[in-house]
């Protein structure tokens, strides 16, 4: 893999993802009351008004939970807010990536991944992990990084491969690139 930024590698397909015994398990949910039985009653009430503040209409709701109990879950929320204006940071935020928030124990806290968009908002949230098994939530956000102009036969027989990804690790509630070796764990699926 070559380092593009801190955190952004290229790689040769989208689908990059960390080893699935490492990945946190995902609980797809229509709506938050799905979650009701998953989350503490005072957890629930603090993302519900995250998601009322944000103005986030009921839309899909994802859940990822490490295999230790006491690991930070993290939870998204689809979120595209009608009532921001184009020029409000939150807005093209919104585009690219949900309404994401951390839980743990008893606090919740949104997470920005604005400042680690992609090209043209096609960032997403491609898993979550703990590759090094520190407790510690890793974020593997993919998307495009580069554009392809050209003809095809310009690119070589690889095609032109313009997908990267960004591995961000969660440490004392604030998300730092990982090391490169940490993401050269990973395996192509």
């Not at 949910?29 to 009322?52: D, F, K, N």
């Not at 036969?153 to 990804?165: A, L, V």
């Not at 961000?168 to 730092?176: D, I, K, P, T």
Request: proline share 8%; aromatic share 6%; hydrophobic share 40%.
């Amino acid at each position: 893999m070559t380092l593009l930024s801190p955190g952004l590698q290229a790689s040769d397909r989208a689908t990059q993802l960390p080893e699935p015994d490492v990945r946190y398990a995902v609980i797809d949910a229509g709506s938050l009351a799905e979650l009701s039985e998953q989350l503490a009653p005072e957890v629930l009430a603090q993302v519900e008004s995250l998601v009322r503040a944000r103005h986030c209409p009921a839309g899909a709701v994802k859940l990822y939970r490490g295999a230790a109990a006491e690991a930070a879950r993290i939870l998204t929320h689809t979120c595209f807010p009608p009532r921001l204006a184009q020029d409000d940071p939150r807005f093209h935020a919104y585009l690219e990536y949900p309404l994401t928030l951390v839980l743990e124990q008893d606090r919740v806290r949104e997470l920005d991944l604005s400042p680690h968009a992609f090209m043209y908002e096609s960032g997403v949230l491609s898993a979550v992990s703990d590759v090094d098994g520190n407790g510690q939530p890793e974020l593997w956000l993919s998307g495009q990084i580069c554009e392809c102009d050209g003809e095809p036969s310009d690119y070589g027989p690889e095609g032109c491969q313009c997908e990267g990804i960004a591995v961000l690790e969660l440490r004392e509630g604030v998300l730092s690139p990982r090391p490169p070796a940490s993401a050269s764990s990973a395996s192509v699926q």
